[in-house]
């Protein structure tokens, strides 16, 4: 996953958002001084020292509000993400819901999740609690604006953090809206805030003395140089990173599903996801079938406007992003993929890429070895399961992945050989509130959602009473 360094132009401290599907200037937005900053973040803490004190119904109380404005407010949010960064209106509003979801759940779940542990000891009574650390810096992508900040922001808040907001520049406007939540939801004015600023001012950020962990969606070199200047203030961090998920498919597959569920998974945001599937590893028998069908239903994929209801995917979000996935395409072709479908960058305005499907992938090929992000997919052809399972290894990032076929004790026995924070069989990978999300290798380290993602940005504290002494006997 790119990170989150925008496409702004600069003029001074100024950063301009962008359309993606017009190239006009949306909006300006002033970067802020290192001053404005040191108030933002010296007012975060200070607030921290009364929300940490807050009951979990009081919290849960302004999240479940919090909930009730995004879904009042979905069609608008929407239209933001459309015209920011070139998302389908339908999948916006279906963003907006899951972030209000998300609101929920852990309104409802965080005090379980959070409660005092107890564990026998040699103590009269020992027990583990949980308590928040402080500020928690977020540097967020531009690719699910709201659903990336959400799906931190919630279970921060109700676990008694408070929360820093740097987000993609080119997503400035959905920034101000998540505050925006936030604030007409109820919260504190400084339990959640945004800053303004640029990419290279986020080191000062984490080393800022009132920050207490930053966590990260973004590239495996931005993971790099956060996790070192993270570790070099012994600050916390969780970083979730990019992506190359393999969908394995057996033989005993059944075709339809797979072919569907593969196309949908590589198009979500018009591929510009980190779980997306990228790489399509078919055993033989069923590789020919698999490829003709899959290259066919990408033919019908309408690239256009966001706004409009026929629209498959939109714009990418940056033509210089688009321009870089069109050169990984033509490398990989001259490494000897097939092009089968798409390959073309469109003339006319707009960051458009259309749908394109490479066939023949081995390893040692662009596409095989890098993170495309974007709307293409790579097919690969295994001897075996055996053969698959080695192949679908064969890279240095384990987000996720993906298992098709009927047998059960064989899909459960194989999930567990993959390595990527997560194995989906017969579905694809997707993220849910409910369930633990985050990679190994290179796609970063630790996690977020459920509750041990709201486990994170807590001291797991020891507290342990002794045996009351004796009194001693009074002195006559």
Not at 392 to 405: P, Y
Request: glycine share 8%.
């Amino acid at each position: 996953m790119p990170f989150s360094v925008a496409r702004y132009k600069s003029k001074g401290r100024h950063m301009e958002s962008i359309n993606p599907q017009s190239g006009k200037v949306i909006q300006t937005y002033s970067s802020a001084t290192d001053e404005a900053l040191q108030t933002r973040l010296r007012a975060a803490a200070d607030e921290f020292q009364h929300w940490k004190l807050n009951s979990f119904p009081e919290r849960a109380k302004l999240m479940h509000a919090a909930a009730t404005l995004l879904r009042a407010r979905k069609a608008e949010l929407a239209e933001l993400m459309a015209d920011e960064m070139g998302k389908v209106i339908r999948d916006g509003i279906a963003e907006i819901e899951k972030c209000a979801g998300c609101c929920d759940y852990y309104a409802e779940h965080a005090h379980q999740f959070l409660q005092k542990q107890s564990i026998a000891s040699d103590a009269q009574e020992s027990y583990v609690a949980y308590d928040p650390l402080g500020v928690i810096l977020a540097v967020m992508p531009w690719n699910f604006p709201f659903w990336q900040v959400f799906r931190f922001a919630a279970p921060a808040l109700m676990a008694g953090n408070v929360g820093v907001l740097k987000h993609a520049s080119n997503v400035s406007g959905c920034a101000l809206a998540i505050e925006a939540v936030f604030k007409d939801a109820g919260f504190p004015a400084h339990a959640f805030s945004t800053l303004l600023v640029e990419s290279s001012r986020v080191e000062a950020l984490i080393r800022n003395p009132l920050v207490s962990a930053v966590t990260l969606t973004g590239s495996t070199p931005a993971g790099r140089s956060v996790a070192g200047i993270a570790g070099s203030e012994l600050k916390k961090c969780v970083l979730e990173l990019g992506g190359s998920d393999a969908y394995i498919v057996l033989e005993d597959a059944d075709l339809d599903l797979a072919v569907d569920l593969c196309v949908k998974s590589r198009l979500i945001n018009a591929g510009q996801s980190c779980i997306a599937a990228k790489r399509f590893i078919v055993v033989r028998p069923l590789r020919a079938e698999f490829e003709a069908r899959y290259a066919e239903k990408f033919k019908a994929i309408r690239y256009g406007d966001p706004r409009d209801p026929a629209t498959d995917i939109g714009p990418m979000a940056r033509t210089d992003l688009r321009d870089q996935v069109h050169a990984q395409v033509m490398k990989s072709v001259e490494q000897g993929a097939r092009l089968l479908v798409g390959g073309v960058v469109p003339d006319g305005p707009g960051a458009y890429y259309p749908a394109t499907v490479l066939a023949g992938v081995k390893p040692g090929m662009t596409a095989f070895d890098d993170e495309i992000f974007g709307p293409v997919a790579a097919i690969i052809e295994a001897d075996d399961e055996e053969h698959a399972i080695a192949l679908a290894n064969q890279s240095v990032f384990g987000l996720g992945a993906a298992l098709f076929t009927r047998d059960r004790d064989k899909a459960d026995r194989l999930a567990r050989r993959i390595e990527a924070g997560c194995v989906f069989i017969n579905s694809f990978v997707k993220s849910d509130p409910r369930l633990p999300f985050g990679g190994i290798k290179q796609s970063g380290f630790g996690r977020e959602l459920s509750w041990f993602g709201i486990q994170e940005f807590v001291n797991i504290k020891t507290v342990y009473h002794a045996a009351a002494a004796k009194p001693a006997h009074a002195v006559e």
